[in-house]
């Protein structure tokens, strides 16, 4: 006879493993994102963008710790979920999070086009609800530490959505 513990009760990932592989997620989808931008190229200066967008230092800046909050938020809220289907869901919420995040720059910068811009951040705005309940779900403390960056986006998504409008 076999004895196997039921799933929820195998031990959760360790905290180097959770966190380390949260960050270096996230900086994947940094990396690939940010390696499509191009704010100084011709097109992108010639876009007509409203007098409240902030200056370009700006987003490196704000990005940066918002980035810092995501892998955080991750790997703690996976050192408070079950495995099985539940960690399975939040692996996978936060990958597709990270993917909209990293093409929202593919979209608008490589492809040059605010209109699908607009629509991956619109989904990105969608993930990051998905991704904030399931999170929200299993640590209450994690989700707190993704909500400015799900308002940054849905500052991004006005902006965007600004863009579009003056650029027709």
């Known amino acids: 006879m076999t004895l196997t513990k039921p799933i929820s009760h195998r031990p959760r990932p360790s905290a180097r493993l959770r966190y380390g592989a949260a960050a270096a997620a996230v ?21 007509r963008k409203p007098d409240w967008q902030p200056p ?3 987003f490196g800046a704000v990005w940066t710790p918002l980035y810092g909050t995501i892998a955080y938020a991750a790997g703690h809220a996976l050192g408070r979920v079950e ?3 539940a960690r399975r869901a939040l692996v996978g919420s936060l990958a597709v999070n990270l993917a909209l995040n990293a093409g ?12 699908a811009g ?9 993930s990051n609800a998905d991704l904030l309940r399931r999170t929200a ?20 998504t006005v902006l965007n959505a600004s863009i579009v409008r003056r650029n027709r």
């Not at 929202?104 to 209109?115: D, I, M, Q, T």
């Not at 607009?118 to 969608?126: S, V």
């Not at 299993?138 to 909500?147: G, I, K, P």
């Open 118 to 126: 607009l629509a991956g951040t619109l989904l990105l705005d969608l």
């Open 104 to 115: 929202w720059n593919v979209l608008f910068f490589a492809r040059r086009s605010p209109g």
């Open 83 to 85: 495995a099985g289907p």
């Open 56 to 58: 370009s230092w700006a």
């Open 27 to 47: 900086a994947a989808a940094a990396v690939a994102g940010g390696s499509a931008v191009d704010a100084d190229s011709a097109w992108y200066r010639t876009l």
């Open 137 to 156: 779900r299993v640590d209450r403390t994690a989700a707190r530490a993704l909500v400015p960056y799900a308002a940054w986006c849905g500052f991004a």
